[in-house]
């Protein structure tokens, strides 16, 4: 079955800009959005189709995705963004989830 | 608003079974796949299964194959899980989750979901 990976935790800075990676076997030919989810309520998408962000989603946020890896950008940090976020893809007709991303702001 | 509400989650012993139901609001229900994606205690994301605008087509995680069963109503504007033979691993809290074609499928609007826990 298919996988995607994320690193377990990722520590940022405010104002920097975080990164958060997905890793999958040819995974610039699917789609990959992006989902970020804060203690003790449901998933938010922020990214859809790659690079696109729903209204209501800063412009701070950002995706990219090629090749092998899906990349979730934060630039200009806030400590609102402290939470956990994961990456989706489709093989066939099952959604695949990477196992999360704890972003800190430090 | 697009609101969705899940409810009948709560506590089940070993092999036995429970039905999730979810109830949209706000937007043409047909139109729109659904599916279940479950989060156990302090663990990630874990896709359950999905059903196509229709109710033609669904489509189930190799974990609940053959013990899950989804559907839907359009004309009640209802979606359901059946839960049969469940495990101490289905200890989850679940969640029904809105997937827009146009989007890639991906999942737009989500309940806040209910909590299945099996335990004897």
């Known amino acids: 079955s298919y996988e995607v990976t994320q690193p377990p935790s990722v520590s940022v800075s405010p104002g920097q800009t975080a990164s958060i990676t997905c890793s999958g076997d040819?995974?610039?030919?699917?789609?990959v959005c992006w989902y970020q989810q804060k203690a003790g309520q449901p998933p938010v998408l922020v990214i859809y189709?790659?690079?696109k962000r729903p209204s209501g989603i800063p412009e701070r946020f950002s995706g990219s995705n090629s090749g092998n890896t899906a990349t979730l950008t934060i630039s200009g940090t806030q400590a609102m963004d402290e939470a956990d976020y994961y990456c989706?893809?489709?093989?066939?007709?099952?959604?695949?989830f990477g196992g999360g991303t704890q972003l800190t702001v430090l | 608003e697009v609101q969705l509400v899940e409810s009948g989650g709560g506590l089940v012993q070993p092999g036995g079974s429970l039905r999730l139901s979810c109830a949209p609001s706000?937007?043409?229900?047909?139109?729109?796949?659904i599916s279940w994606v479950r989060q156990a205690p302090g663990k990630g994301l874990e896709w359950v299964s999905g059903?196509?605008?229709?109710?033609?087509?669904?489509y189930y995680a190799d974990t609940v194959k053959g013990r899950f069963t989804i559907s839907r109503d359009n004309s009640e504007n209802t979606l359901s899980l059946q839960m049969n033979s469940l495990r101490a691993e289905d200890t989850a809290v679940y969640y029904c989750?809105?997937?827009?074609?146009?989007?890639?499928?991906?999942?737009?609007?989500w309940g806040q979901g209910t909590l299945v826990t099996v335990s004897s």
């Open positions: 706000g937007f043409t229900f047909s139109s729109y796949a």
């Open positions: 040819k995974l610039g030919d699917k789609y």
């Open positions: 189709q790659d690079t």
């Open positions: 989706q893809a489709w093989d066939i007709s099952t959604a695949v």
């Open positions: 989750a809105r997937a827009v074609e146009d989007s890639g499928y991906s999942f737009d609007s």
């Open positions: 059903i196509v605008g229709s109710g033609a087509r669904t």
